[in-house]
């Protein structure tokens, strides 16, 4: 499967296939398109001398320092070496695989400035399996930046990864799947370290996982209804209309979906006249976590 990135499409679970079960990436011609004219852009500010933030001035306390043209890669490259201090535990190659798909998507809407050989470098780590080592904590400023900053390491040749099963440093890693090593310029390593993908990457994934849960969730809840004899009146359409709870509303109807032709809905003298709490509340409760989940992935998407 291969999944092509516009900078405008990507879901969760495009995410998720990408992460865990290893889809190939493809830049779509629109966004190498973006991508070109947006570098071409970074170059003609620099022929202006037009002071621009990690573009020919140094980052941070450096701000206001000028970076002159024969020291743009000297000065990307320590920047990339300066971040990396993440700490251990370590993300998993599945964390990755989302990290570095969520930076990809989000460079090739054109915005960063970024080296067009830089931004394709993370479909080829992708594609080729290459999976930097990241640590999962460390914090600079208002990103991901101590983090991100060694998939910057991996991709000039330097840091560990892994690479079919095994840990070995990045240069050996580029070398067996014939690759050479980026050689940065200007704002390529701030368009490198400055994001959040590590965050939206664990995001994206935890996403995908709590709504596989929820799906579960109404089809234990179905099932232990009806081996309960339940009652099927807080399933009731038009009682759940009145709360207006879309999440509610959901879950309630594909619990009915899956009750569709049971014995429950037949009259029983035996049935009790209430349910406990768990199981009449299940599809308010699941729904709940529906309402939460979609939220987060709107302002996540």
């Known amino acids: 499967m291969k999944i092509v990135l516009t900078g405008n499409d990507l879901t969760v679970a495009k995410v998720w296939e990408i992460a865990v079960n290893g889809a190939e990436v493809e830049i779509s011609p629109e966004a190498n398109e973006r991508l070109?004219?947006?570098?071409?852009?970074?170059?003609?500010?620099?022929?202006?001398?037009?002071?621009?933030?990690?573009?020919?001035?140094?980052?941070?306390?450096?701000?206001?320092?000028?970076?002159?043209?024969?020291?743009?890669?000297?000065?990307?490259?320590?920047?990339?070496?300066?971040?990396?201090?993440?700490?251990?535990?370590?993300?998993?190659?599945?964390?990755?695989?989302a990290i570095m798909a969520i930076r990809l998507n989000c460079l090739l809407l054109g915005y960063t400035g970024i080296q067009p050989a830089v931004a394709r470098r993370y479909a080829e780590l992708l594609n080729a399996g290459i999976h930097p080592v990241i640590p999962e904590r460390g914090s600079v400023g208002e990103a991901d930046i101590t983090l991100l900053s060694h998939i910057g390491l991996a991709m000039i040749g330097e840091g560990d990864v892994?690479?079919?099963?095994?840990?070995?440093?990045?240069?050996?890693?580029?070398?067996?799947a014939g690759l050479e090593p980026v050689k940065l310029g200007p704002k390529d390593g701030l368009a490198i370290v400055c994001s959040n993908s590590f965050s939206a990457g664990q995001a994206a994934l935890a996403l995908k996982e709590l709504k596989d849960l929820a799906d579960t969730g109404e089809i234990v809840s179905a099932l232990a209804l009806e081996g309960l004899n339940g009652n099927t009146s807080p399933?009731?359409?038009?009682?759940?209309?009145?709360?207006?709870?879309?999440?509610?509303?959901?879950?309630?109807?594909?619990?009915?979906?899956?009750?569709?032709?049971?014995?429950i809905y037949q009259p029983d003298p035996r049935r009790p006249l209430q349910d406990p709490l768990c199981y009449r509340?299940?599809?308010?409760?699941?729904?709940?976590?529906?309402?939460?989940?979609?939220?987060?992935?709107e302002a996540l998407l």
Do not use: M
């Open 162 to 176: 892994n690479y079919k099963g095994r840990r070995i440093s990045s240069a050996e890693a580029h070398k067996l």
């Open 235 to 263: 399933l009731d359409p038009s009682a759940l209309a009145a709360r207006k709870y879309r999440g509610q509303q959901y879950s309630a109807e594909r619990i009915r979906k899956y009750l569709e032709g049971s014995y």
């Open 281 to 297: 509340g299940a599809a308010h409760i699941n729904g709940t976590l529906r309402d939460a989940v979609r939220y987060a992935e």
């Open 36 to 97: 070109e004219a947006s570098r071409k852009l970074v170059y003609e500010l620099v022929d202006a001398d037009v002071p621009v933030y990690g573009f020919n001035t140094g980052v941070g306390w450096n701000k206001d320092h000028t970076i002159a043209k024969e020291f743009f890669e000297d000065f990307n490259r320590k920047l990339i070496y300066s971040h990396s201090f993440g700490v251990e535990p370590e993300a998993s190659e599945a964390e990755v695989r």
